[in-house]
């Protein structure tokens, strides 16, 4: 099986994300929206241009909305996501950046887009 996930360094593959992983990366609308996010990013993003995606997507894009989200980001969701094998969350620099290919997480993606009924 071909593998899908990246090493950040090398950039090459490192090891198997599972299907089953992924469902419950996918499990939290805040790790949905944030990954959403990541993939349309080729490398590493700013923590802080996580988080106002997500707030956004949250439809409350106040301060308090985006410290919330940004601290839930950094004490819950971020770690879920290194743990797993999805992101890489640079602490220090306060970035993130995918593992895994987008490509990998696409149908995933696609799976809880939100339809629009005629």
Known sequence: ??????????????????PTTIFGALSNKRRQHALQYLVTKPGAVALGD???YVTIEEGDPTRDAYERVLTGLCHAHLPYLTDVGIVTYDVDRETVSLRVTPESLHPYLELIRPTTDE
């Open 50 to 52: 996580v988080a106002e």
């Open 1 to 18: 099986m071909k593998s899908d996930a990246l090493d950040p360094d090398a950039g090459t593959a490192t090891e198997d994300v599972s």
